[in-house]
Every structure is written in C-alpha cells, then in structure tokens.
C-alpha cells in the first residue's frame, strides 16, 4: 500500500470519490455505486508500515482514544464526544496521533461471515456511523493531525509473545494471567448477567477505565457463568493493549489510552524516575487548555503557531529539569510539578505584568488626551491599540477612537507599549495566557 499522510484514509477515499456529506449520507448508502465501491476498497489490503509515521511528534492512541478501539462505543455521538474533548491533551504537546481508524478487515471479515451476509443492515448501521465520525474529524480539523495506519498484527503468538517480554509485558498473552484477572473481577462483584430473552443474555463487566460497563451478548440455552463472562470481555482488551504497546515499541512513540489501565502494569524491573520526557508531557495537565473543547485548541494552535512552538519549549524544558533532578517518583507526580512549580507561576507573572503595562498606559494616555478634535488618523491608532490590547482598553478608549486626538507625548507612549507586548509575546507561557482569552477566561 502506498504511503499515507496526515488526514488519509481509505474510507476518506470512498467519501471523496462519491462526494458523501452529511446531507447524502443515507441516499449514498442505499446506492448500488456506493456498495461496488465499498466491496472492491475491502479487497485491498493493509499492513503495518513504521515509514507511515514521522519519526518525532507521534503518540498511538490506545483503547479508549483509538476512536475506531472495539472497546470504543460504536455510536457516532459518544466518538464524536471523545474527539472532541480529550484530545487537546495530546495535541498540546504531540504533533501526530497514530491510530487505524475504521478497519477495512473487520469490515471484510463481516461481509465473508456467512452468517450475516443475510442481514446487511448492522453492517450499514456501523459504516454509517463510521462516516459520521470521519467526517467530523474533518470538520473540526482532528483529522489533519491523524496518521491513520494499521497496527501491528504480523506477528505470530510465539513471535507477539517474545515481543511482549521484551517489554516486561509477557504475561498480557498467558492464558492464566486473564482467567485470575476474570476471577478478581468476578470475586468483587464487577460482573453481572442477566437474562433479555429466550436463549438470550448479556453479560457486563465494569472496569475503572471506563465510565460504562463493557457489555457481551450471548445467544446460549444455559445462563453463562461470570468468570467466563469476564474472560470474554476481558481477553480482547487485554490482546488489544498487548498490540498497541508493541505497536508503539515498533513506532518508538508513546502510547496513551483513556483511564488508568488496569492490565497495562509496568515492568517490576522499573523504578523511580524510569520514564521519559513525553511520558510526563502526556499527564501535565493544563486547566485552561483542558478547558477548550479539540476544535477551539486546534484553531488557537493554528492561528499562534509561533506562540505554540515557544510554550512547547518551555514544557519540555520544565519537564527535563524535574525528571533531571530527581523530584518525582512518578510521571504522574512529576506533570504535577512540572504545572505547579513551573508553567502556573510563569502564566500568573506573565498576567500581571500584561495587566500592568494595560493600566499604565490607560492612565497615561488619559493625562496626555484632548477632547474636541476629530481624526480618521488618530481613531485608526486607538483602535489598533484596542485590538492588541484585548477588552479592558478596548471599553476605555474604543467609543472615543473617531473623536480624540493624542497629544504629540502620546505617541511614544503607544510605542512603547507594542515593544513591551512583543516582549511579552517572546515569554514562552504567552500560549497558555492567549488560550485563557479564547476560553473567555480571566
């Protein structure tokens, strides 16, 4: 298969080719064009190719991130929900998020299964919501910063399984491991099944990863016991961390899922302070960057690229000195630092001293205005004043920008203040200070 870049996908490919939009959508799915073109797409195949992914910058999404994870709900909505909150917190560090997106196999696995070749409506229910999350990646943007590619499935078991030890993650693929782990589960009360029809049950397992239980259904005579129920629903989440985090060893990039991860213990052999830059930069936690949904982060990243490049500077500097010096035990307590210790005060001095020089150069001009004199000049001054200086000058000076006139000591003082604001713009929080104005905050 030929290279990918940013934003590319197969089934970006069906969309394009039958110019598919929200509006179309059902009309093209019913269309004798649309399931020619999508039958001849899952001949093709994919495999897993590391020269896909740029070789800094990239982090795998991991179950609960990977929007097209089986552990993911298959609604569009909830998708479509994840997208667009959780991921300025990769995006405010990483330039890239790996992940397959909707699987040409699986849908090819589901149009051989004999099975269910009879009953085509649950296949065009999912690909039906899979366009709607594909196209709402495009509408917010997300997309451009996804590498789609297949992950790694090309090992054997004895192959996955020396990669797995490699990683001090051997015991993801022992059979034992997940049937102690199906009956810790089953012990604390985290499985339930009940019965929803004749032959018919379903099973569901609670996990702290995860706000929902994860649900099975079972078309047997006899009532499924709980530990297998918990075997069932944990085993594939168990196979599919495995292969992410191979996957990511692959890649040489970071892996993130949502949620602490029950099953993806570190390796005993690891100890304090044996975690890397981006494994911190994962967890620093930035409240007003968490505050703007993924569309607004990316457009605000976009539009002060330069500002952006800077406060990644600054983090990854904050980040090194903590991990350097030993003042953290975990990537977790060590983000925490790294926000307290480090970004928070800059931002708060950055604040105070744009606030500062606002008020200084209010009370300046004020002295230093007459009244009564009209200039197309002077009113286009104060409102490029206004507008560099956010709200507060804009409410004090703005309605009198047609008819004041400054004084000719008024001039420097302007001056001055754009060199002060470019220095401020140097600062490397300036970032996290121009995203508390595009929150609306204070």
Wanted: glycine fraction near 8%.
């Amino acid at each position: 298969m030929a290279n990918r870049g940013t934003g590319e996908h197969w089934l970006y490919d069906l969309i394009d080719e039958l110019e598919i939009n929200e509006g179309n959508l059902k009309a093209r799915l019913q269309s004798k064009a649309f399931r020619e073109r999508l039958f001849d797409s899952l001949g093709k195949g994919d495999k897993f190719d590391p020269s896909q992914v740029p070789l800094t910058g990239a982090l795998v999404a991991g179950i609960g991130l990977d929007l097209a994870s089986w552990a993911t709900c298959t609604d569009f909505k909830c998708r479509n929900k994840t997208s667009d909150r959780e991921f300025p917190q990769v995006l405010h560090y990483f330039d890239w998020v790996v992940m397959e997106g909707p699987s040409r196999s699986r849908y090819r696995d589901w149009v051989l299964d004999t099975k269910r070749r009879g009953n085509p409506h649950p296949l065009i229910e999912s690909i039906e919501d899979d366009i709607k999350v594909m196209l709402h990646l495009r509408k917010t943007g997300l997309a451009n910063y996804i590498r789609f590619t297949k992950k790694v499935d090309c090992y054997c078991p004895e192959h996955m399984k020396q990669k797995a030890d490699e990683l001090g993650l051997g015991f993801l693929a022992e059979d034992d491991y997940l049937t102690g782990i199906a009956k810790e589960f089953s012990r604390a009360g985290r499985v339930s099944v009940i019965q929803t029809g004749p032959r018919r049950w379903r099973g569901k397992v609670w996990s702290s990863q995860f706000s929902e239980a994860l649900t099975l259904p079972y078309d047997r005579k006899t009532r499924p016991k709980k530990v297998d129920v918990a075997r069932d629903v944990l085993g594939p989440h168990m196979h599919e961390t495995l292969h992410n985090a191979v996957t990511a060893k692959e890649l040489g990039a970071p892996l993130s899922s949502l949620g602490d991860d029950e099953f993806f213990v570190p390796s005993a052999s690891a100890g304090a302070n044996a975690f890397t830059v981006d494994d911190v930069a994962l967890r620093v936690r930035i409240p007003v960057l968490l505050g703007l949904n993924t569309e607004q982060f990316i457009k605000l990243r976009e539009e002060e690229y330069d500002h952006f490049i800077s406060f990644r500077k600054l983090l990854r500097q904050a980040i090194e000195e903590t991990v350097s010096q030993a003042q953290a035990e975990s990537p977790e307590t060590a983000a925490d630092k790294v926000w307290r210790n480090s970004i928070q005060p800059q931002v708060v001095d950055l604040e105070r001293k744009i606030s500062a020089s606002n008020r200084s150069l209010v009370r300046k001009l004020v002295t230093g205005v007459s009244f009564g004199a009209t200039s197309a000049g002077v009113g286009s001054l104060l409102g490029a004043v206004s507008a560099s200086l956010g709200t507060p000058l804009g409410a004090a000076l703005g309605a009198a920008a047609g008819t004041v006139a400054l004084l000719p000591t008024a001039l420097p003082l302007v001056t001055k203040h754009f060199e002060e604001r470019q220095q401020f713009e140097t600062d490397g929080a300036y970032f996290v200070w121009k995203a508390q104005k595009a929150g609306g905050h204070s």
